[in-house]
Protein backbone atom coordinates (compact mmCIF):
# COMPACT_ATOMS: atom_id res chain seq x y z
CA UNK A 1 0.00 0.00 0.00
CA UNK A 2 2.71 2.36 0.94
CA UNK A 3 4.65 1.47 -2.42
CA UNK A 4 1.63 2.36 -4.32
CA UNK A 5 0.89 5.56 -2.91
CA UNK A 6 4.31 6.80 -3.31
CA UNK A 7 3.55 5.63 -7.16
CA UNK A 8 0.83 7.51 -7.30
CA UNK A 9 2.54 10.30 -5.91
CA UNK A 10 5.26 10.61 -8.06
CA UNK A 11 2.81 10.00 -11.02
CA UNK A 12 1.27 13.48 -9.64
CA UNK A 13 4.50 14.86 -9.41
CA UNK A 14 5.53 14.04 -12.72
CA UNK A 15 2.10 15.50 -14.15
CA UNK A 16 2.12 18.75 -11.50
CA UNK A 17 5.94 18.83 -13.90
CA UNK A 18 4.76 18.46 -17.07
CA UNK A 19 1.69 20.79 -16.39
CA UNK A 20 3.81 23.80 -15.76
CA UNK A 21 6.16 23.29 -18.53
CA UNK A 22 3.21 23.20 -20.55
CA UNK A 23 2.12 26.04 -18.92
CA UNK A 24 5.62 27.69 -19.29
CA UNK A 25 5.28 26.87 -23.50
CA UNK A 26 2.23 28.71 -23.71
CA UNK A 27 3.35 31.74 -21.85
CA UNK A 28 6.14 32.11 -23.75
CA UNK A 29 4.24 31.28 -27.23
CA UNK A 30 1.44 33.96 -26.16
CA UNK A 31 4.69 36.39 -25.04
CA UNK A 32 6.16 36.14 -28.74
CA UNK A 33 3.20 36.33 -30.91
CA UNK A 34 2.02 39.21 -28.87
CA UNK A 35 5.17 40.87 -29.24
CA UNK A 36 5.04 40.68 -33.32
CA UNK A 37 2.00 42.36 -33.24
CA UNK A 38 2.90 45.14 -30.73
CA UNK A 39 6.21 45.51 -33.41
CA UNK A 40 3.22 46.10 -35.92
CA UNK A 41 1.36 48.60 -33.43
CA UNK A 42 5.02 50.24 -32.88
CA UNK A 43 5.92 50.46 -36.19
CA UNK A 44 2.27 52.16 -36.83
CA UNK A 45 2.54 54.41 -34.25
CA UNK A 46 6.31 55.35 -34.90
CA UNK A 47 5.65 56.10 -38.89
CA UNK A 48 2.76 58.47 -37.51
CA UNK A 49 4.83 60.37 -34.76
CA UNK A 50 7.53 61.05 -37.46
CA UNK A 51 5.28 62.12 -40.23
CA UNK A 52 3.64 64.78 -37.56
CA UNK A 53 7.20 65.94 -35.99
CA UNK A 54 8.49 66.33 -39.86
CA UNK A 55 5.21 68.11 -40.80
CA UNK A 56 5.04 70.29 -37.86
CA UNK A 57 6.92 73.25 -39.34
CA UNK A 58 4.37 73.29 -42.37
CA UNK A 59 1.63 72.87 -39.96
CA UNK A 60 2.90 75.56 -38.13
CA UNK A 61 3.37 78.17 -40.77
CA UNK A 62 0.19 77.69 -42.92
CA UNK A 63 -2.38 76.45 -40.29
CA UNK A 64 -5.63 74.83 -41.79
CA UNK A 65 -5.24 76.64 -44.54
CA UNK A 66 -2.79 73.87 -45.44
CA UNK A 67 -5.46 71.51 -45.97
CA UNK A 68 -7.78 73.17 -48.78
CA UNK A 69 -5.46 76.18 -50.35
CA UNK A 70 -4.79 75.38 -54.08
CA UNK A 71 -1.28 76.95 -53.89
CA UNK A 72 1.61 75.22 -54.39
CA UNK A 73 4.77 77.05 -55.31
CA UNK A 74 8.29 75.69 -54.23
CA UNK A 75 9.75 79.13 -55.35
CA UNK A 76 8.04 81.22 -52.96
CA UNK A 77 7.72 78.88 -50.12
CA UNK A 78 3.95 78.79 -50.14
CA UNK A 79 2.53 75.02 -50.10
CA UNK A 80 -1.05 74.05 -49.72
CA UNK A 81 -2.16 70.08 -49.99
CA UNK A 82 -5.90 70.96 -52.17
CA UNK A 83 -4.91 69.98 -55.35
CA UNK A 84 -3.15 66.85 -54.18
CA UNK A 85 -5.86 65.99 -52.34
CA UNK A 86 -8.16 66.14 -54.89
CA UNK A 87 -6.59 64.64 -57.41
CA UNK A 88 -6.28 61.59 -55.03
CA UNK A 89 -9.66 61.37 -53.92
CA UNK A 90 -10.93 62.15 -57.41
CA UNK A 91 -8.61 59.63 -59.44
CA UNK A 92 -9.55 56.77 -56.71
CA UNK A 93 -13.41 57.26 -57.01
CA UNK A 94 -12.86 57.07 -61.03
CA UNK A 95 -11.30 53.81 -60.86
CA UNK A 96 -13.58 52.71 -58.26
CA UNK A 97 -16.64 53.68 -60.40
CA UNK A 98 -15.10 52.37 -63.43
CA UNK A 99 -13.54 49.03 -61.41
CA UNK A 100 -16.28 47.94 -59.50
CA UNK A 101 -18.85 47.02 -62.11
CA UNK A 102 -16.25 45.16 -64.28
CA UNK A 103 -15.10 43.02 -61.06
CA UNK A 104 -18.25 42.51 -60.33
CA UNK A 105 -19.12 41.04 -63.76
CA UNK A 106 -16.36 38.87 -63.50
CA UNK A 107 -16.08 37.48 -60.39
CA UNK A 108 -20.38 36.34 -61.65
CA UNK A 109 -19.12 35.44 -64.55
CA UNK A 110 -16.27 33.07 -63.21
CA UNK A 111 -18.97 31.83 -60.46
CA UNK A 112 -22.02 31.64 -62.70
CA UNK A 113 -21.41 31.52 -66.04
CA UNK A 114 -17.73 30.51 -66.98
CA UNK A 115 -17.53 26.82 -68.43
CA UNK A 116 -15.96 24.98 -66.12
CA UNK A 117 -12.93 24.24 -68.43
CA UNK A 118 -12.37 27.71 -68.57
CA UNK A 119 -12.93 28.79 -65.07
CA UNK A 120 -9.31 28.49 -63.63
CA UNK A 121 -7.28 29.80 -66.34
CA UNK A 122 -9.53 32.90 -66.84
CA UNK A 123 -9.18 33.23 -62.94
CA UNK A 124 -5.66 32.68 -63.07
CA UNK A 125 -4.94 34.81 -65.75
CA UNK A 126 -6.76 38.11 -64.02
CA UNK A 127 -5.14 36.84 -60.81
CA UNK A 128 -1.60 37.47 -62.77
CA UNK A 129 -2.82 41.02 -63.23
CA UNK A 130 -2.47 42.01 -59.87
CA UNK A 131 1.55 40.83 -59.95
CA UNK A 132 2.82 43.35 -62.67
CA UNK A 133 4.67 46.39 -61.47
CA UNK A 134 3.10 49.76 -61.47
CA UNK A 135 5.78 50.71 -63.80
CA UNK A 136 4.87 48.77 -66.47
CA UNK A 137 1.32 50.51 -66.20
CA UNK A 138 2.48 53.74 -66.15
CA UNK A 139 4.43 53.13 -69.74
CA UNK A 140 1.60 51.36 -70.91
CA UNK A 141 -0.72 54.09 -69.72
CA UNK A 142 1.80 56.63 -71.16
CA UNK A 143 2.47 55.53 -74.87
CA UNK A 144 -0.62 53.22 -75.50
CA UNK A 145 -3.41 54.06 -73.54
CA UNK A 146 -3.31 57.89 -73.29
CA UNK A 147 -3.31 58.39 -77.27
CA UNK A 148 -6.82 56.04 -77.45
CA UNK A 149 -8.13 58.16 -75.15
CA UNK A 150 -6.82 60.96 -76.66
CA UNK A 151 -8.22 60.24 -80.51
CA UNK A 152 -11.35 58.07 -79.35
CA UNK A 153 -12.68 58.71 -75.92
CA UNK A 154 -12.40 62.34 -74.68
CA UNK A 155 -13.92 63.89 -78.04
CA UNK A 156 -16.80 61.86 -77.69
CA UNK A 157 -17.15 62.46 -74.44
CA UNK A 158 -16.61 66.08 -74.98
CA UNK A 159 -19.53 66.40 -77.58
CA UNK A 160 -21.80 64.65 -74.96
CA UNK A 161 -20.78 65.70 -71.69
CA UNK A 162 -19.11 69.10 -71.83
CA UNK A 163 -18.44 71.46 -69.52
CA UNK A 164 -18.09 71.40 -66.35
CA UNK A 165 -16.42 67.84 -66.07
CA UNK A 166 -15.58 67.04 -69.34
CA UNK A 167 -14.03 70.12 -71.40
CA UNK A 168 -11.64 70.14 -74.08
CA UNK A 169 -9.32 70.10 -75.63
CA UNK A 170 -8.05 66.52 -75.17
CA UNK A 171 -4.89 65.63 -73.88
CA UNK A 172 -5.05 62.73 -73.56
CA UNK A 173 -3.03 62.88 -70.10
CA UNK A 174 -5.00 64.03 -67.60
CA UNK A 175 -6.92 63.05 -63.88
CA UNK A 176 -9.47 60.67 -66.16
CA UNK A 177 -6.19 58.61 -67.63
CA UNK A 178 -5.13 58.10 -64.49
CA UNK A 179 -8.42 56.93 -62.98
CA UNK A 180 -9.38 54.81 -65.76
CA UNK A 181 -5.36 53.19 -65.34
CA UNK A 182 -6.03 52.87 -61.30
CA UNK A 183 -9.12 51.40 -62.56
CA UNK A 184 -7.35 48.49 -64.55
CA UNK A 185 -4.84 47.95 -61.72
CA UNK A 186 -7.87 47.52 -58.97
CA UNK A 187 -9.97 45.36 -60.99
CA UNK A 188 -7.83 42.07 -59.94
CA UNK A 189 -7.87 42.45 -56.81
CA UNK A 190 -11.94 43.05 -56.24
CA UNK A 191 -12.32 40.80 -58.67
CA UNK A 192 -10.38 38.00 -57.15
CA UNK A 193 -11.88 38.95 -53.24
CA UNK A 194 -15.89 38.61 -55.11
CA UNK A 195 -15.09 35.76 -56.64
CA UNK A 196 -13.69 33.97 -53.74
CA UNK A 197 -16.62 35.00 -51.86
CA UNK A 198 -19.14 34.53 -54.30
CA UNK A 199 -17.90 30.69 -53.97
CA UNK A 200 -18.71 30.67 -50.71
CA UNK A 201 -22.61 30.56 -51.17
CA UNK A 202 -24.02 27.28 -50.45
CA UNK A 203 -24.82 25.68 -53.56
CA UNK A 204 -28.23 24.38 -51.75
CA UNK A 205 -29.29 28.36 -51.45
CA UNK A 206 -28.62 28.88 -54.95
CA UNK A 207 -29.91 25.82 -56.31
CA UNK A 208 -33.76 26.04 -54.49
CA UNK A 209 -34.18 29.73 -55.37
CA UNK A 210 -33.39 28.19 -59.25
CA UNK A 211 -35.69 25.56 -58.23
CA UNK A 212 -38.81 27.84 -57.39
CA UNK A 213 -38.00 29.69 -60.93
CA UNK A 214 -36.10 32.72 -59.86
CA UNK A 215 -33.48 34.11 -62.74
CA UNK A 216 -29.96 33.87 -62.24
CA UNK A 217 -30.15 37.71 -61.76
CA UNK A 218 -32.79 37.16 -59.24
CA UNK A 219 -30.35 34.75 -57.65
CA UNK A 220 -27.36 37.01 -57.65
CA UNK A 221 -29.23 39.91 -56.03
CA UNK A 222 -31.47 38.02 -53.63
CA UNK A 223 -29.20 35.22 -52.17
CA UNK A 224 -25.80 35.59 -53.77
CA UNK A 225 -25.11 39.72 -52.75
CA UNK A 226 -26.61 39.45 -49.31
CA UNK A 227 -24.94 36.21 -48.54
CA UNK A 228 -21.35 37.97 -49.42
CA UNK A 229 -22.02 41.80 -48.56
CA UNK A 230 -19.26 41.75 -45.64
CA UNK A 231 -16.91 39.98 -48.49
CA UNK A 232 -17.84 42.24 -51.35
CA UNK A 233 -17.46 45.28 -49.10
CA UNK A 234 -13.66 44.32 -47.94
CA UNK A 235 -12.76 44.02 -51.41
CA UNK A 236 -14.12 46.97 -52.84
CA UNK A 237 -12.07 48.44 -50.21
CA UNK A 238 -9.11 46.45 -50.47
CA UNK A 239 -9.14 48.10 -53.88
CA UNK A 240 -9.82 51.67 -52.77
CA UNK A 241 -6.72 51.22 -50.64
CA UNK A 242 -4.81 50.33 -53.95
CA UNK A 243 -5.99 53.01 -55.80
CA UNK A 244 -5.47 55.51 -53.14
CA UNK A 245 -1.37 54.97 -52.65
CA UNK A 246 -0.34 54.22 -55.71
CA UNK A 247 2.98 55.99 -57.05
CA UNK A 248 4.60 55.47 -60.75
CA UNK A 249 1.72 54.79 -62.57
CA UNK A 250 -0.50 57.29 -61.73
CA UNK A 251 2.87 59.79 -61.94
CA UNK A 252 3.17 58.91 -65.35
CA UNK A 253 -0.58 60.03 -66.73
CA UNK A 254 -1.91 62.19 -64.42
CA UNK A 255 0.36 65.22 -65.90
CA UNK A 256 1.79 66.49 -63.03
CA UNK A 257 0.57 69.80 -62.66
CA UNK A 258 0.22 71.59 -59.58
CA UNK A 259 -3.13 73.79 -60.93
CA UNK A 260 -6.86 73.38 -59.66
CA UNK A 261 -9.75 72.09 -62.32
CA UNK A 262 -13.07 70.96 -62.31
CA UNK A 263 -12.45 69.81 -65.86
CA UNK A 264 -11.05 65.81 -65.81
CA UNK A 265 -9.46 66.00 -68.60
CA UNK A 266 -6.88 68.68 -67.53
CA UNK A 267 -3.21 67.92 -66.10
CA UNK A 268 -3.38 67.65 -62.22
CA UNK A 269 -1.54 66.05 -59.68
CA UNK A 270 -2.14 63.49 -56.63
CA UNK A 271 -0.57 63.10 -53.42
CA UNK A 272 1.49 60.02 -54.12
CA UNK A 273 2.73 61.51 -57.71
CA UNK A 274 3.94 64.98 -56.07
CA UNK A 275 6.20 62.86 -53.38
CA UNK A 276 7.38 61.27 -56.19
CA UNK A 277 7.92 64.31 -58.12
CA UNK A 278 10.06 66.55 -55.70
CA UNK A 279 10.60 64.77 -52.74
CA UNK A 280 14.67 64.39 -54.35
CA UNK A 281 14.83 67.59 -55.25
CA UNK A 282 12.80 69.57 -52.36
CA UNK A 283 14.25 72.54 -50.06
CA UNK A 284 14.71 71.44 -46.28
CA UNK A 285 13.18 74.98 -44.84
CA UNK A 286 9.88 74.27 -46.06
CA UNK A 287 9.60 72.12 -49.02
CA UNK A 288 10.19 68.88 -47.12
CA UNK A 289 8.05 69.52 -44.39
CA UNK A 290 5.02 70.36 -46.58
CA UNK A 291 6.12 67.22 -48.42
CA UNK A 292 5.91 65.44 -44.96
CA UNK A 293 2.25 67.36 -44.70
CA UNK A 294 1.10 65.30 -47.72
CA UNK A 295 2.21 62.07 -46.59
CA UNK A 296 0.84 62.33 -43.37
CA UNK A 297 -2.89 63.80 -44.87
CA UNK A 298 -2.65 60.32 -47.24
CA UNK A 299 -1.98 58.37 -44.07
CA UNK A 300 -4.98 59.82 -42.22
CA UNK A 301 -7.61 59.60 -45.35
CA UNK A 302 -6.38 55.79 -45.79
CA UNK A 303 -7.16 55.21 -42.34
CA UNK A 304 -10.59 57.37 -42.46
CA UNK A 305 -11.23 54.29 -45.42
CA UNK A 306 -10.38 52.13 -43.15
CA UNK A 307 -12.59 53.06 -40.67
CA UNK A 308 -15.25 53.05 -42.77
CA UNK A 309 -14.80 49.89 -44.43
CA UNK A 310 -14.80 47.95 -40.93
CA UNK A 311 -17.69 50.12 -39.54
CA UNK A 312 -19.86 49.19 -42.78
CA UNK A 313 -18.39 45.56 -42.12
CA UNK A 314 -19.78 45.03 -38.77
CA UNK A 315 -22.88 46.95 -39.53
CA UNK A 316 -23.50 43.90 -42.25
CA UNK A 317 -22.77 41.36 -40.25
CA UNK A 318 -24.99 42.90 -37.17
CA UNK A 319 -27.98 43.04 -40.04
CA UNK A 320 -27.09 39.18 -41.22
CA UNK A 321 -26.91 38.35 -37.31
CA UNK A 322 -30.73 40.10 -37.36
CA UNK A 323 -31.86 38.34 -39.87
Request: hydrophobic share 55%; with cysteine; proline share 5%.
Amino acid sequence: MIESNETVAQAMQRQAAKSATFLKQDRLFAGITFGFAALVLLTLFGILVSLVVQAWPAFNEFGLSFFYSTTWSPTDDNFGAGIAIWGTVITSLIALLVGVPISFGIAMFLTESCPVWLRRPLGTAIELLAGVPSIIYGFWGLFIFAPIVQDYIQPWMISWLGDPFFAGPPLGLGIFTAGLVLALMVIPFIASVMRDVFETVPSVLKESAYGIGCTRWEVVKNIVLPYTRVGVIGGIMLGLGRALGETMAVTFVIGNANRFSMNLFAPGNSIASTLANEFAEADPTMHIPALFGLGLILFIITFVVLSISEWLIKQGEKKAGGK
